[in-house]
């Protein structure tokens, strides 16, 4: 990976007179940490374990579709299985959720049953006619019949219909209902097999309407990321309306209940008891009264306040909406993000169950099954796997916040949008990879180090649950709930890293103070982004799942075979939701990308010949109405944390 050495031509802008790679040192630790994640992945596959995860293997230690080699101590091992490719359970329905495995003993076999074996004499049969054998290996076929084990050494009767998986050639039961007991511990609300099995066929039924309201969730989500621009004012004001009359109702509610019951008390000739209760709720509503009226004023004052930052609020929507129409890639940015996300958790999925199959091979002395347990310090190397989940994880997610801020920096700082590159998304993708993966690598680790230690507390709670005093459990959700909060504003803190990285090409903690510094100085504009900002992102996702669900009524009305309607919605809703959220939270990363800019922009430029603002002509426009106010007084100029676009030079 180069640095610094090539130049694209000459742009109409520049955040400083050329990139700089950042945080090298974070890059080579990050990449010395996914050389170790490769190597845990073939661990499993030099010992076997990776062939053991996807041909299968018995109880007994024989891989199916192998020649085995003995394994001491286990008499039924080291058969040649090379013509029995699948893995048959006798009991494929007894799951063990605590264990995450099934309970049952299993089997190679060359040819999973194709129908309903009632009989033991049709097993025999079975097993005669296609050479699978469906009881234990010490057990000829034409002893099924009478053999005195056959109870345990052969499946449970009847033996259901089974398909093979593909790729992992493992025989499964066709009949949904072999698992409804496995279903009915995650859907409480199911109280017999019969309502489950109306449940499940109403969903394959539905599944073509099911499918097109999803694509109408996703319709509605990219058209609500541009119309949101147009409709931000009215919600702003809907939400500004109802917070007034909720606050002076409310208040006004409780100096009437106050009066009334002071009247109540002074009329009353009741008993002694019945004084002290009726004097305890006039106190009480009185306390009530006061403090909401002393809550009411405070917040109609910060409103009135903060009526400007609101302004600036809905400029900066209306410019989100623009970027959108001008950078249209920016709405695929969810679904890259989450085809990666996606891709690396199958593999670190895949990864983990070739680790759970790697190992010694120990018999179990009271199934007489082989099991495979790591020793010595091959042992902790599920919890070097289990880090690196979360790290790359982060980094991934950290990788679509710095694509998103320079491209939204690409767009702010080019006065000419004609000029804009043709493509700034892959633009700034190949940035991002060439100067700022160390940065990246450096901010995804800082959550990752608080992530880890709320994930464990978290985990205890759940184990002790019921078992922990009344202190001890409030200590735990007190630490778990301090760890959230800072994770999430290191989470909020990150973007605004990344973004100003983007400008200035600085590394991850130079960015991080400057970001902060004009945070900060801007604290009650962040604050009027981040309630009524977030509330109106909150409206446009409750209307995206409203109309959906709408939708979604609509049509399964007219399938009245559809006795149940609860688990289409309720899939179909919670589809719609996700994506509104994706979707909705690249627009607010987007608004916040803006207002970090705009902060910038206002504070080293204030308009006059030399110093000309970037800014879009909403934003120019709140400006000036902000001067006409005399709101706004331009800074000075003098600071040096962040220079933008102040020379012009090549880029790299």
Known sequence: MGCCSSAEGQRDWRPLEERRCTDIPWLVIFTLFCIGMACICGYPIATGAASRLFSGYDSYGNICGQNNTKIEGVPLSGRDMTENKYVFFLEPCNLDLINRKIKSIALCVSKCPATELKTYDDLKKFALNNGSHLCSYDISPTRYTGHSERFTKCPKLPVSKSKAIPLFDRCIPVDIGCYAEFAQAFITFVSDNTVLRRVIAGVMASKEIIMGLCVLALVLSLIMMVVIRYISKVLVWILTVLVIIGSIGGTGVL??????????????????????????????????????????????????????????????????????????????????TFLCLMLFWVYWIAVLLSLGTAGTPIKNNSTGAVEYHMQGPFQYLVWYHAVGLIWISEFILAFQQMTIAGAVVTYYFTRNKSQI???????????????????????????????????????????????????????????VCCLWCLEKCLAYLNQNAYTATAINSTNFCTSARDAFLILVENALRVAAINTVGDFVLFLGKVLIVSCTAFAGVLALNYQRDYTVWVLPLLIVCMFAFLVAHCFLSVFENVVDVLFLCFAVDTKYNDGSPGREYYMDKALMEFVENSKKMGWYKPDDGDGKEMKPMTRRGNLA
């Not at 302004?311 to 929507?317: D, G, H, M, N, Q």
């Not at 800082?446 to 759940?462: A, Q």
Request: hydrophobic share 50%; proline share 4%; with cysteine.
């Open 255 to 336: 100096w009437w209940l106050y009066a009334d019951h002071r009247n109540a008390f002074n009329n009353n000739t009741a008993s002694t008891l019945g004084s002290e209760v009726a004097s305890d709720n006039v106190t009480a509503l009185l306390v009530y009264a006061i403090g909401a009226t002393i809550f009411t004023v405070v917040l109609l004052l910060v409103m009135f306040f903060m009526r400007k930052r609101v302004a600036l609020t809905i400029s900066l929507f209306h410019v989100a909406g623009k970027v959108f129409i001008h950078l249209p890639l920016l709405a695929l940015q969810p679904f890259w």
């Open 421 to 479: 590159p043709a493509i700034p998304i892959l633009s700034s993708m190949a940035r991002t990879i060439r100067y700022h993966l160390g940065t990246l690598a450096k901010g995804s680790f800082i959550i990752t180090l608080v992530k880890i230690p709320r994930l464990i507390l978290t985990y205890i709670h759940s184990q002790l649950k019921g078992k922990e005093n009344a202190c001890a459990r409030c200590m735990l959700k007190a630490c």
